[in-house]
Every structure is written in structure tokens, then in C-alpha cells.
């Protein structure tokens, strides 16, 4: 039996968030180790005059500077954000994250030969690669947006985004392993290579919309009739009629990106300062630190994938009345609640051997709960304006200045004592940043297609532009009254709006949108006349 080509899109943007998201942890983890200069990389000894297998940058390069080019990299992605995700928007959403990864997997085979040339090189092919990497992710949430039947896309989000969950863990295993089984560059080969496979693989399977996929079977299609998401992928009409003003002073939105901006801050700190913390307060080893901080990742990545699957039923099923809106809510604040809950009692932690245990617990359960969130403002975009996801998630993937902000935090108090006191503080300060999102989220986000969002067709945009909103509700009511006609309905059958169901079965047409866009708003049938 042939697979769904929309579990291909799924599959392969699993995959290509594994590898592109890893990125930054085999970087960082190399450099640790060329760094460190130790001729001894755990129960592995290696020949330091082997410099095939073995570099030694001590001396060379400073433990700060090689922050400096994590850095460099957050900076240049953060300049592509949104850029990244117009140009997904304009154009192929499909081709414009298979050249983003493309182009950062060839800048990773570069970083062999520059790391032990030059450290400034480095630096600056570090920003490289994240500038080119930024439209990466948006651009996917665009392809995923065009693929995602309305009852899937939560799941479908999810099972992708899991894949950036997983990804350090993995690339933490394989760059140790590679380090010292291979040679301190092998990851950097290894990563890059397989960028490059998925980015092919990507060129060849990946179309922007069903309609544009030539071997899409008849149930397939069947299902996107149905409940598809009524919008195809990047093009002009769509880009040159996107409401900035809207977007901006739209609180759902500023909803979603506090929701990233909190994410960042926490994701930064559990990838960059916990490994720290654990040496600091509890003397770890090496070997000890790398489960206890990869552990917690791989409970979250199971909670992500079972998170969308739960919350895509309830919101179908109406369980306890759960819509789109509700069921959003509630798998941001049980995920980030219960985060920074867990946040909380470790700001309150000793040095003890007994307090490492708890530490590692509390991990455990506050990133593996915080899974549920990606149900929420992750997906979110595709809830407000699938048109524009890739736009949306370009614009909330600028709370990555959260994980920029954070690092800064956290050197700054920490300065040249890592004591158990240092690392409350900054504790505290994150489990405060994470409460407030939960209660800006809480009150804010939406469920539903924003009023900015809803479709006009482009054809009578172009052919008969409105200059106001009232315009378009009177043009779309008259369209809707002559629709209705086909099917034996009058003007006066629709003078008096009162049965909903008789009207949107009667009135809607093959572009117009699903009574499940609106599915808890009072006035669903005005937003989509």
C-alpha cells in the first residue's frame, strides 16, 4: 500500500529538524572538546601528535569566544526569521527550506578545514550559517500548512517539530561517540553529509500543495476536499496582500510570540547552562552530565508526538466542550505550567548528592510535560491565518531573542562564581519568565482564523479592488445570496439569520472556509461572508 505523500512531509521534516537543529549542538560540542585540550576523551585515549584524529585549540581560542560564535550564529538567524518566512510565502515554501538546509549543511562541511585555520573565519561562517538557516523553519510550517487536513495539523506540526526536540540528544551521542572512536571533526562530516542527502531527498519527494503532487492518490485527495486546508502554497497574489498593520496589533500573535520568546529562554537554558550547572553545583562528570541533561529531551519528544495526537481528538471529538481555542490554552499552560513549576522548586535546591537526583527529576518532568506547549503556540499560526503561517511563524520565531537574552542572564550572574546561589537566582528569574507566557497565553491566544485572515478570492481582488472591510462583508454577502440560488434558495430564505447549519451547507462554496476555522466563535457566519 502505498504511503500518504502527507506522512512524507511529515517524515521528512522530522528528519530534516533532527539534523538542522543538531547543528548547534555538534558545533558546540566539538569545540568543547578541541578546546579542553585533554589527550584523554573519557575511557577513549586518543594520540595527541595524531592530528588526523585529535586538534587542540588551547590557548588558541578562549571558552568565551567559542561562545561568541554560538552567538553568531543566533544573530544571523534571527535576521531571517521573518524575511525567511515572506520569501516562503512569495515564493516555493517547499524550495525555500530545502536551499536553507542546503546551504547550511554545505557551510558545515566547511568547518573542518576553518576551525583550525582560523578562528575569526569561523566566527563569521557561523553567522553564515545561521542567516541562511533562519528561513528554514518557517518555511517548513508553510509546507506543512498546505499539507495539513484541519482535523491532522496539530499532529502533524508536532511529530515534525519533535525532531528539533530529539536533536540534541542525538547529536550529543553521535558527536561524543564520532569524537572519539573517528576524529575530532567526524560529526561535522557526518552532519553535514547527511544534510545534504535530506536536502535531495527533500527536492525530490516534497511538492508545496497536494494539487501540485502527481501522485497523490483518490482517498488522499478525497480527504483535502473535504477538510484540506483551501490555500495553496507560496505565490504573488497572496504575498502583496498581506495585512502588516493587522498582524502587528493582532494579540493572538503577540500571544504566539511571547510563547517563543519563553520557549527560547528555557530551551537556551537547558541546552547551554545546565551542563554547567550540574559541574558547578554538583561536581559531575562528564559522562554523568550528558544523561541527565539528554534524558529529559527524549521524555519531552514522546510527550510532543502524543501531545498533538491527544489534542488533535479532543478538539475533533468537542470533549467537554474543548475548541480549537480551549484545547490551544490548555496545552500551552499544562506544558509551561507545569515547566516552571519545576523551575521553581529546583531554584530552591542545595548542593546535596540527594539534591541531584531531585534536580534531575524535576527535569524529567517539567521538560517532558512541556511538550504539551508545542500543541499550542507552535501550531497556533496555522489556527489564525494558514495562508500566512509561514509569515506568522517567521515573526514568533523571533522570540528567539530569548535564548540571546537568557545566555546573557545567566553569564552575568554566574561571572566567575557558579555557586549554588548564583544558580537560584537565575532559576527564578526563568521560572518567571515561563509563568508570565503561561498568563499571557492564557488570555490572549485564539483558536480561530483571525478577521485579517479571512479569504477573498484573488481573482475578484484584482478584478474589482475594495478600499474597506465593509466593502468586502457586503461583497461577500451578495456573492453568497447569488451562490444560493444554484441550489433553489431566495434572497429572504437568508433576510433572517437563524438556522447555522442550513445556511453554511447551502452558501459555502468550493473556496470558501470550514464551519471548523470558526468552530468557536458566536459569529462564524458573518466571518466567513
Known amino acids: ?62 571558552v568565551s569566544f567559542s561562545q561568541n560564535m554560538n552567538t553568531a550564529y543566533f544573530i544571523g538567524s534571527l535576521l531571517t526569521q521573518a524575511p525567511g518566512g515572506y520569501l ?157 498593520r493587522r498582524i502587528f496589533t493582532s494579540l493572538p500573535m503577540w500571544a504566539i510570540i511571547v510563547g517563543s520568546f519563553c520557549r527560547n529562554w528555557i530551551f537556551s537554558l537547558i541546552l547551554t547552562e545546565l551542563p554547567q550547572y550540574f559541574h558547578d553545583v554538583f561536581s559531575s562528570s562528564v559522562d554523568n552530565i550528558g544523561w541527565m541533561t539528554g534524558v529529559p529531551e527524549v521524555f519531552m519528544t514522546l510527550v510532543t508526538v502524543t501531545g498533538g495526537v491527544l489534542v488533535d481528538k479532543l478538539i475533533k471529538a468537542k470533549t467537554c466542550g474543548i475548541t480549537t481555542t480551549i484545547g490551544r490554552k490548555l496545552a500551552q499552560c499544562i506544558g509551561f505550567g507545569i515547566e516552571a513549576i519545576c523551575i521553581f522548586v529546583l531554584a530552591t535546591l542545595g548542593n546535596k548528592t540527594e539534591d541531584r537526583t531531585i534536580a534531575v527529576i524535576l527535569l524529567c518532568v517539567g521538560v517532558g510535560f512541556s511538550g504539551f506547549a508545542i500543541s499550542g503556540y507552535q501550531v497556533n499560526p496555522l489556527d489564525l491565518a494558514p495562508q500566512y503561517s509561514s509569515i506568522l511563524t517567521g515573526l514568533s520565531r523571533c522570540g528567539a531573542l530569548g535564548s540571546i537574552l537568557s545566555t546573557a542572564v545567566a553569564s552575568t550572574i554566574i561571572g566567575k562564581s557558579g555557586n549554588v546561589h548564583n544558580w537560584q537566582t537565575i ?37 474589482n479592488p475594495v478600499s474597506s472591510e465593509s466593502e468586502i462583508y457586503n461583497e461577500r454577502r451578495e456573492r453568497i445570496f447569488s451562490q444560493s440560488a444554484e441550489y433553489g434558495s431566495t434572497r429572504s430564505d437568508y433576510e433572517d439569520i437563524s438556522d447555522n447549519d442550513r445556511i453554511f451547507s447551502k452558501s459555502i462554496d468550493n473556496g470558501a472556509l470550514s464551519r471548523s476555522d470558526y468552530d468557536d466563535g458566536d459569529n462564524w457566519f458573518l466571518l466567513t461572508i
Open 1 to 62: 500500500m502505498c504511503c500518504p505523500k502527507r506522512f512524507i512531509v511529515v517524515g521528512l521534516g522530522f528528519i530534516g529538524l533532527l539534523v538542522s537543529i543538531g547543528y548547534r549542538a555538534v558545533f558546540a560540542l566539538v569545540m568543547v572538546n578541541v578546546i579542553k585540550g585533554n589527550t584523554t576523551q573519557g575511557k577513549c585515549p586518543v594520540n595527541e601528535n595524531d592530528t588526523t584524529r585529535y586538534l587542540s585549540l588551547a590557548g588558541k581560542v578562549t
Open 427 to 463: 532559576f527564578w528569574i526563568a521560572g518567571s519568565v515561563h509563568m508570565a507566557g503561561v498568563v499571557f497565553y492564557g488570555i490572549f491566544a485564539k483558536g480561530t482564523r483571525q478577521d485579517w485572515a479571512v479569504k477573498v478570492k484573488e481573482s475578484e481582488r484584482l478584478i
Open 88 to 244: 516562503a510565502l512569495r515564493f516555493s515554501p517547499s524550495r525555500i527550506c530545502g536551499i536553507s538546509i542546503l546551504l547550511s549543511s554545505l557551510l558545515m562541511l566547511t568547518l573542518p578545514w576553518a576551525i583550525p585555520f582560523n578562528k575569526w573565519l569561523t566566527i563569521a561562517i557561523r553567522f553564515v550559517q545561521g542567516f541562511v538557516e533562519g528561513a528554514s523553519v518557517p518555511a517548513l510550517n508553510g509546507v506543512i500548512a498546505c499539507w495539513a487536513p484541519r482535523t491532522e495539523k496539530t499532529r502533524m506540526i508536532t511529530i515534525s517539530y519533535s525532531g528539533a526536540y530529539l536533536s540534541p540528544t542525538v547529536a550529543f551521542l553521535v558527536t561524543g561517540y564520532a569524537s572519539c572512536h573517528i576524529s575530532w571533526h567526524a560529526s561535522l562530516f557526518i552532519y553535514g553529509g547527511c544534510g545534504v542527502l535530506w536536502s535531495i531527498a527533500w527536492f525530490c519527494c516534497i511538492y508545496d500543495c497536494p494539487d501540485d503532487h502527481p501522485g497523490v492518490k483518490e482517498r488522499e485527495k478525497l480527504l483535502f476536499q473535504e477538510e484540506g486546508p483551501g490555500h495553496r502554497g507560496g505565490n504573488k497574489l497572496t504575498a502583496s496582500g498581506i495585512p502588516w
